[in-house]
């Protein structure tokens, strides 16, 4: 089978690469080759089937970016929270006019007796409002308080009706915000989740800008990957017109996971300053904090594991890796 | 203040250039000047403020279709039901290009110490699924039968999104089938439901594709053009994020419409034929039937007239008109 990852040079896309290489196979069928499509483009993992790079950009995507024959098209490209606030028409442009040249290169494609290709998109958490007190129910309707889950929930809404009429085969999948992720604390506004785990993991000190009751809905690198993975090579038939999928993530708070690091490494939250900060407090403040998601594990979306296991994945997959690039960097 | 119609050489375009023309004003305010834009200029009614009347394409909106100063933009130019599902491209464009077409001459108007232009947006009860059974709650998620729906209910999205970062002020009013409307039965699924009672009263025969216990979610003109001017005039501040309306229309049957037309017009009913289409049956059919709209009668709009004033109204406004429009064509 061909496989394409737009956004394979981001964090999530490059997991799913390593996966796709070590595993040779999705769903039990061998992968002929992978292309890799990103804004600067990724590096090509030694495997043992053909690996692409190509560059480009979304809304402009090459008809080479998702090759005849293509089986599975995971589709992770997009202008995140804060960039798609600070400029609207960058957001617009990849996050809803990129998925319209998803959609157009795969109703171009030649008719294929395996069906159209199956689209696994990455909707977030920031598609629905709510804020603490909120447990969002699977049939919640999304009502984004910024412009980056707004355009996350309309591409939601025309990728379900190109599965409806056959250009392609898709799940959405809301992830919930994904820690630990690597790299240096930035302006995001949900950078602390991390950051309060990663940075005493490195010995660096990390500030915590809410109080420790404070509830976030969250997943792991290990647990996001899997579900991508199930969601593109799961039986579609199950989910009927509903393409939405709230998977079973984590509803943590911040005290929760200062509990967990000093579990895994005892001690290790005396690195964390508490200083709340009203204003980002208020932002990730609006998305909900917890989902009533009985429907993903009903279709094979495995549960999500406890914290210290998801502290210790992070120390096993990315700490050494997080070190050096921190080391390289000025 | 000055007042935009996009589409305003359709059926509803014009029934509201009328009423500003015969008002004079809008929630009090003069009218100074109205612009309509079609794909077909518009007739320009003679009118105590200036009319202009502009010809082109929604997508490619010029600048002088919402001119600086302008208080209020009717949006009600679309590619409807049947026309979205045959030509997916020209859906997309007018339905989703054309809003965002509308959201960028919004937001570069210079800025007006009275705020944004208000949006008034005619969405569709096609944006909902549901069907027969169905009574959808004002908190119902979107899910979508047709492509018309999902984009309807993605502009929905792009809409309050553009609300909240002050680019405009939108009020998104998802109208029940707009009955009765003029014209011939044409190839629309919803067709017969202004046919079985527009052809009988013109003395002509018409077709029943349902049985007569089905259940239609639908409203007059009338109302349909009230709840616009309302809400282009309403306080917007009581609907906070949420700018999606189900304005309070009428549930009603098959058969009850028939015998409201009989209690108007004895034994016209006799004229209609019972002929049932399974295929009218299954489009319609996944439409919601009922809605139960609680959150608009609060917000101000007038509760729906019953059918039998819904039929005497067609027949004070419209009925010369259709049948000289009949008259007029081979």
Known sequence: ????????????????????????????????????????????????????????????????????????????????????????????????????????????????????????FTSSVASFGGGQGAVVTDDARQMPGNSYGAQKAAAELILADASRRGFLDAVSLRLPTVVIRPGRPNAAASSFVSAILREPLLGLRATLPVPDGFAVWVCSPRRAVDWLLHAAAMDTAALGADRGINPPGLSVTAGAMLAALDKVRPDASALVDRRPDPAVAAIVGAWPAAFAATRSPALGFTRHEGLAELIQAFIDDDLDATRQDRAALP
């Open 1 to 120: 089978m061909h496989i394409t990852i737009l956004g394979g040079n981001g964090f999530l896309g490059r997991k799913i690469a390593a996966r796709l290489v070590a595993d040779g196979a999705l769903g039990g069928t061998p992968v002929s080759s992978l292309t890799l499509f990103d804004l600067a483009a990724a590096p090509a993992p030694p495997a043992s089937f053909l690996v692409r790079s190509l560059a480009g950009d979304l809304a402009e995507l090459p008809a080479d970016a998702i090759p005849p024959g293509t089986s599975v098209v995971f589709h992770l490209a997009a202008v995140v929270s804060s960039a798609a606030e600070a400029d609207y028409e960058l957001g617009r442009r990849v996050n809803l006019r990129g998925t319209d040249a998803v959609v157009d290169a795969c109703r171009r494609l030649p008719r294929s007796d395996a069906g159209p290709p199956r689209v696994v």
